[in-house]
């Protein structure tokens, strides 16, 4: 059983900058592609980043390219989400999945665990 914990989120001016942090439980990180996602009030999930499992390859949804850098450490069994130039429509509960396989996936169905989520807020 993995278990993810999310942390970093918080409130920030638009403009600024975050780094959410995800730890995962379990022997099996370092084979396992993981993503971040988010959600907000009355909105679909939507895809922000994901990772496949050596951190060799990357992939962001569209409006975060140029913003966002995701990256991980497997001797830690961690994966961040570094966010700049925020802006208010980031605004959400930010959430870290991990798959079973080791490809990424930018579909929240696809994968297998799920963090409790860690709330950002972006002032304007």
């Known amino acids: 059983q993995v278990q993810l914990v999310e942390s970093g989120g918080g409130l920030v001016q638009a403009g600024g900058s975050l780094r959410l942090s995800c730890v995962a439980s379990?022997?099996?990180?370092?084979?396992?592609?993981m993503g971040w996602f988010r959600q907000a009030p009355g909105k679909e999930r939507e895809f922000v980043a994901a990772?496949?499992?050596?951190?060799?390859?990357?992939h962001l949804g569209d409006s975060m390219k140029g913003r966002f850098t995701i990256s991980r450490d497997n001797a830690k069994n961690a994966m961040y989400l570094q966010m700049n130039s925020l802006k208010p429509d980031d605004t959400a509960v930010y959430y870290c999945?991990?798959?079973?396989?080791?490809?990424?996936?930018?579909?929240?169905?696809?994968?297998?665990?799920w963090g409790q989520g860690t709330q950002v807020t972006v002032s304007s």
């Open positions: 999945a991990g798959r079973t396989q080791p490809y990424y996936s930018d579909s929240w169905q696809d994968h297998d665990y």
């Open positions: 379990g022997r099996t990180f370092s084979r396992s592609a």
């Open positions: 990772i496949n499992w050596s951190g060799g390859t990357t």
